[in-house]
């Protein structure tokens, strides 16, 4: 039998759910109510969220981050246009082509950007280009915050991508997996709305929650039908008061963004014992090094898994549960493999 690798710090969903998560799904497994979202529980979580962002808002919860994503992105692009995202987008290079899937066709264009960003000429020059019949013009931004390489975007930053892609006639989509690290690191949720995002994705899983995923339609004429969107796409559940429990739990009292701050300051933690050379800035719960495969392989020999990325770095991600030993173990088995 193969030995069993330690996960601390492979990927943030290999955590397990966070107490104030549990605690409330616990709460919402009693008595009768309504199915499909009609329950007080999914009517409170919502209410948290708008709170949260200060927004009026239509919310929904689903099962996954690519499920989220490609709901999204079909309301927002039509079959024939694209959406425009960084290259190493989640939703460009990792949901299977779950977009295109949803969205009956609908394309992706990758834009390059240091760290995940999005390089603001790189989104001139695809807003610029001439429109005809043989290809799919851009439809959709798609930004992440924070970042596949755990940068994290200012709400200035953002707005100087968003603003040219809305007078572009684009909608915009904010792929929000790890948004309370962002939150935790100095981005402010409050701007969202205002900044002119039509459609946010929450994570809840790498957050420390069960399976469960918020969709934020800031756009009301966006939430017509929604509900049958989400039917057809499997992502209406029948007892849906257990996707949306976990948010109560987690928002009531802050401790979403409390258990984001520890992430990140685990990440800096580990960063400061690195031996091996950052390959981009530690902004929030991820770190990503330069590594050769034989050494990667002799910290598999260590018992740690870690995972190499797209860019070729070496990734490890700190979450709400990593602790302060598991790091400074880690950083010995780093020195030691070195």
Not at 34 to 47: N, V
Not at 290 to 307: F, N
Request: glycine share 10%; hydrophobic share 50%.
């Amino acid at each position: 039998m193969a030995r069993q690798l330690r996960q601390d710090f492979m990927s943030d969903n290999t955590a397990p759910a966070a107490p104030e998560a549990m605690a409330a799904l616990l709460a919402a497994n009693s008595g009768f109510v309504p199915s499909y979202g009609g329950d007080p529980f999914t009517a409170k979580a919502a209410d948290l969220i708008r709170q949260m962002l200060d927004a009026d808002a239509e919310v929904r919860f689903v099962a996954s981050g690519t499920a989220a994503n490609a709901i999204a992105l079909a309301a927002l692009c039509k079959p024939f246009e694209s959406v425009v995202a960084h290259e190493h987008a989640h939703a460009a290079t990792d949901e299977t082509g779950a977009p295109g899937f949803f969205g009956h066709g609908l394309g992706m264009i990758g834009l390059p950007g240091a760290h995940g960003r999005i390089d603001g000429a790189a989104l001139t020059a695809a807003l610029a280009q001439s429109e005809n019949g043989h290809v799919q013009s851009p439809g959709a931004l798609s930004l992440t915050n924070a970042t596949e390489y755990g940068a994290v975007y200012s709400a200035k930053a953002m707005g100087e991508l968003i603003a040219p892609a809305k007078a572009a006639g684009l909608g915009v989509h904010l792929d929000g997996a790890r948004i309370f690290n962002a939150a935790a690191a100095g981005f402010d949720l409050v701007a969202i709305r205002p900044l002119g995002v039509d459609i946010l994705v929450i994570g809840g899983t790498k957050a420390g929650m069960p399976p469960t995923e918020a969709l934020v339609i800031f756009d009301r004429a966006l939430a017509r039908r929604f509900d049958a969107r989400l039917k057809q796409s499997g992502q209406l559940p029948s007892k849906g008061r257990f996707y949306a429990a976990p948010f109560i739990g987690m928002l009531e009292d802050g401790a979403v963004l409390r258990h984001a701050a520890h992430a990140n300051a685990m990440a800096a933690r580990l960063a400061k014992a690195m031996p091996f050379k950052l390959n981009h800035p530690v902004e929030s719960s991820g770190l990503f090094v330069e590594m050769d495969e034989p050494t990667r392989l002799r910290l598999a020999d260590a018992g740690w898994a870690s995972q190499r990325f797209l860019d070729g770095s070496v990734r490890f991600m700190c979450s709400w549960a990593t602790t302060a030993e598991a790091v400074d173990e880690l950083a010995e088995a780093l020195k030691a493999v070195r």
